[in-house]
């Protein structure tokens, strides 16, 4: 066997498992919580169907007036810490908190002000009851206020391609932590 | 690292219940009317009480035998094919398999090492759900004749007693203690027990960072602190709570369901 036939061969056997779609999840995929998300396009999907190329997932909701920007700008600045090509690759997936208000009308909201390219990023809400349960895979904590904000903790979760957890992050803004930053590198090689 | 530590110094001190006779009849459920409650948290956001909407609450912790049949009509709470998303590795590891007890786990034992998302799966299958923090606390509160016995120094006392016993003698059946004025049992005494909203408990080392511009975890305000300060037996629950992810199991802590009344 040359050696060209050797890397196409270990290039394919590297690329199966992302493209397996229909292989079982493996036991630690956050991709196993059974929940369905309505996008801002309005296409209600479960979620597992984000399988298939790795991920940022966070969480936040569109009314938040503190710390919610600050995620999509640190999908943002962590966008730019790659190549165009690695770019394309990742997903970067923000699930609201508070699917009362955020129907895909509010969700495209934000979407068209903070120009996000929708070939990548997808803004999701799950129902009402889920919201908790998406939190728990993703290590969020949150509460409810009285006026309608939610009190939160703000993550980046790194995931691969079939969803399981490879990285986090708290650190929010438009200066990422670089060992999380070389963990995504690391996850698009 | 410091939380975690704090908490399993917690949990190592968990309470060997005082035993009374009577044995509870499997998952019953005891009726709360609701009412207006003042919370030993304090909510920056809801200034004086909060309000509980009368509920039904399982008049004890559910127990192994029980666990086991949901395990059984469930197959994939199996502890050898859930998610390890949903249950960490410890995940009903005190029984003999993943479909019998043994001698370490009988059936008439509060169920342990169960993930939240255990717990919550457990309770929909029997049309019911977790407790809020706030009814927990509100049942909790009732010692054997009067729904809040919180300002009682003997009360407090005899509850803090039992959280300062050793846990390392094996847990007492479900249902030995005397029920409270609500007719529920073994609030305080045996087990730790999940809430719903366990993951909505931001406090302690949490909300020291509220605010701080270099460290910004949350968004907007609503921090809680306690309100209560000699109230320490609820107070070492919200730091256990708070302290927890929801696929953590700990071989103290259980759960119980309520169930919304019309």
């Known amino acids: 066997m040359n050696l060209l036939r050797a890397f196409a061969l270990a290039a394919l056997m590297v690329a199966l498992p992302a493209t397996a779609a229909d292989a079982p999840l493996p036991r630690d995929s956050v991709y196993q919580l059974p929940v369905q998300l309505t996008d801002h396009a309005g296409t209600t999907r479960p979620w597992s169907a984000l399988r298939g190329q790795p991920r940022l997932v966070g969480m936040f909701y569109t009314s938040c007036q503190y710390i919610c920007p600050l995620i999509v700008d640190s999908g943002k600045a962590i966008e730019r810490q790659l190549s165009p090509a690695g770019q394309a690759r990742l997903g970067i997936v923000l699930i609201s908190m508070d699917p009362a208000r955020d129907d895909p009308a509010a969700l495209k909201k934000v979407v068209d002000q903070r120009k996000l390219d929708t070939a990548r990023w997808t803004l999701a809400s799950p129902p009402a009851d889920e919201v908790r349960s998406v939190a728990g895979v993703l290590g969020i904590r949150y509460r409810a206020l009285a006026d309608g904000e939610f009190n939160h903790t703000s993550a980046l979760v790194l995931l691969d391609a079939d969803g399981r957890i490879l990285a986090r992050t708290e650190q929010m803004g438009s200066k990422p932590d670089p060992e999380f930053v070389a963990a995504v590198k690391q996850a698009l090689r | ?262």
């Open chain 2, 1 to 262: 690292m410091i939380r975690r530590a704090a908490t399993i110094a917690l949990l190592l001190a968990l309470p060997v219940a005082g035993v009374v006779a009577g044995n509870g009849a499997g998952g019953d459920y005891a009726t709360l009317p609701g009412g207006s409650f003042r919370s030993a948290l304090d909510y920056e956001d809801i200034p004086g009480n909060v309000r509980v909407a009368p509920f039904a609450m399982m008049k004890r912790p559910v127990t192994n035998g029980e666990f086991l049949a949901f395990v059984q009509a469930n197959p994939q709470w199996r502890r050898d094919r859930v998610p390890s998303v949903m249950a960490e590795q410890r995940y009903l590891s005190h029984w003999a398999g993943p479909l019998e007890l043994g001698t370490d786990a009988t059936a008439a034992q509060p169920v342990v090492q169960v993930s939240w998302f255990a717990a919550a799966a457990y309770c929909e299958a029997r049309g019911a759900r977790l407790p809020s923090w706030n009814e927990w606390e509100y049942a909790a509160a009732a010692d054997e004749t009067r729904r809040d016995a919180r300002k009682d120094p003997v009360w407090r006392e005899r509850i803090l007693a039992w959280y300062s016993r050793p846990s390392s003698s094996a847990l007492p059946r479900a249902g030995l203690q005397t029920p409270n004025a609500y007719g529920v049992q073994d609030l305080h005494g045996l087990v730790w027990e999940w809430t719903d909203d366990y993951s909505s408990l931001l406090v302690a080392v949490d909300s020291r960072k509220q605010g701080d511009p270099d460290n910004a975890r949350f968004c907007g305000a609503g921090a809680l602190s306690m309100d209560d300060r000699d109230n320490y037996a609820v107070l070492m629950r919200v730091a256990m709570l708070s302290s927890l992810d929801a696929p953590d199991t700990t071989a103290n802590l259980g759960f119980r369901c309520v169930k919304d009344l019309p």
